[in-house]
């Protein structure tokens, strides 16, 4: 049974006291054993993951473990398939840059989000802004590449992912420190479904207030995608987000404003992030990338991160105040969004300088000394 408004707040609090326990139990004996370095070894050789795959080769403990975990989603169809195939073959550039600069900076609003992955060594330290581009990259790519959703390599990336979560939980607990009662579970059910929601229908409004119009057909094939992305990451049933954008949508807004709110962790966090687009990319380019991210956020949101804002982002606004009053026609997804646009989008050269900028970062995370496959860690770094 899907999550709905009506149990939100009973559901997300149980949801903050729970991790993973099939896979919990799994990595536990892993680091206890000193064989994570081992396993993420495998990763690279493991490149899709498919209900009735040999896993002979691999140590009976986890090609267990990958024989359960290559189950689809209950109820999933070819549909849903075609569904998320849509929205990909109209918006995987743009999609996947505002995952990378709004999903990103979006998770560290949640103060329980940005301690986790600060207090996660490489993930949150100065090169944490590349490391976790560099394997949140391949998911992204993956998502859109045809055949992604059918031949098992998302299901891959996503269980490599949800082996990482895991990590981090067993560290967590092995060290003694982490606050259980101000933070609950760490990496928790509570945790990975506010991440979904901001990478599915928070990516959606940064797109509607960038002035990009999405179908309704494909926003729901992009909910139907990360549905499919939600149950991989070991998600039960009664906490998976449903594929209906709309109730999604409404599930976040309820629990963004509660979530949501300035920290120090997030403001460390969001200045790493700026500093590495900028040391990276050309001043015009890097400073189209960060108001991309501004004005995907709204300014209620960036203030609250700590996004700086730019000349380009003041330039832009009167000029967006007039696409909105002759662009926006009907009552479209999440009460606004066009169905029909005339006139011109005074966003599109922005938006495009900064999908050229993205490029350019993700060349650089999945080829300068980084690692495009998500790693396990057998410790945690030195930023807690």
Same mark, same amino acid.
């Given at each position: 049974m899907s999550l709905t408004v009506e149990d939100v707040e009973a559901e997300m609090q149980a949801a903050s006291q729970e991790g993973d326990p099939a896979v919990d139990a799994l990595v536990s004996d892993l680091i206890d054993n000193q064989d994570v370095d081992g396993v993420n070894g495998l990763f690279r050789t493991i490149g899709t993951l498919k209900p009735g795959m040999d896993f002979s080769r691999l140590p009976e403990r986890l090609a267990q473990f990958l024989n359960e975990a290559a189950a689809e989603p209950p109820g999933w169809s070819e549909a849903d398939v075609t569904a998320a195939e849509g929205f990909f073959d109209h918006h995987h550039g743009v999609a996947s840059?505002?995952? @990378?600069? =709004?999903?990103?900076i979006g998770t560290y609003l949640s103060p329980t989000g940005a301690f986790t992955l600060r207090s996660t060594g490489r993930l949150g330290g100065v090169e944490g802004p590349g490391r976790r581009l560099s394997q949140s990259s391949r998911l992204f790519i993956d998502m859109g590449n045809r055949g992604?959703? *059918?031949?098992?390599?998302?299901?891959?990336? =996503?269980? #490599? =992912?949800?082996?990482?979560?895991?990590s981090v939980r067993q560290l967590h607990k092995m060290s003694g420190v982490w606050d259980y009662d101000t933070y609950g579970e760490p990496v928790s059910q509570k945790y990975m479904a506010g991440a979904i929601c901001v990478f599915s229908v928070q990516v959606l409004e940064a797109m509607r207030n960038l002035g990009i119009t999405v179908s309704e057909d494909d926003a729901h094939g992009f909910m139907c995608a990360w549905h499919y992305v939600n149950h991989y990451l070991g998600t039960p049933a009664k906490w998976l987000m449903?594929?209906?954008?709309?109730?999604v949508d409404r599930i976040w807004r309820?629990?963004?404003? #509660?979530?949501w709110r300035t920290s120090e962790?997030?403001?460390y966090m969001t200045q790493q992030a700026v500093k590495f687009y900028r040391d990276l990319l050309p001043p015009g380019v890097s400073d189209a990338f960060i108001t991309v991210t501004r004005i995907g956020l709204g300014d209620k949101y960036a203030d609250m991160a700590g996004v700086p804002r730019s000349p380009i982002d003041l330039a832009g606004k009167p000029l967006a105040q007039g696409? #909105?009053? =002759?662009?926006?026609?009907?009552?479209g997804l999440f009460g606004?969004?066009?169905?029909?646009?005339?006139?011109v989008n005074p966003y599109d050269e922005v938006v495009g300088l900064a999908a050229k900028g993205y490029n350019q970062i993700v060349k650089y995370a999945i080829t300068h000394d980084q690692d495009d496959q998500p790693q396990m860690h057998q410790e945690l @770094?030195?930023? *807690?």
């Open positions: 840059m505002l995952q @990378g600069t =709004v999903g990103l992604a959703l *059918r031949d098992g390599t998302l299901a891959a990336d =996503v269980t #490599k =992912v949800r082996l990482v979560h895991a449903p594929k209906d954008v709309d109730v309820i629990e963004r404003e #509660k979530e962790h997030c403001t696409h #909105k009053a =002759v662009s926006s026609l009907g009552s606004g969004a066009a169905k029909k646009t005339v006139g @770094g030195d930023n *807690r």
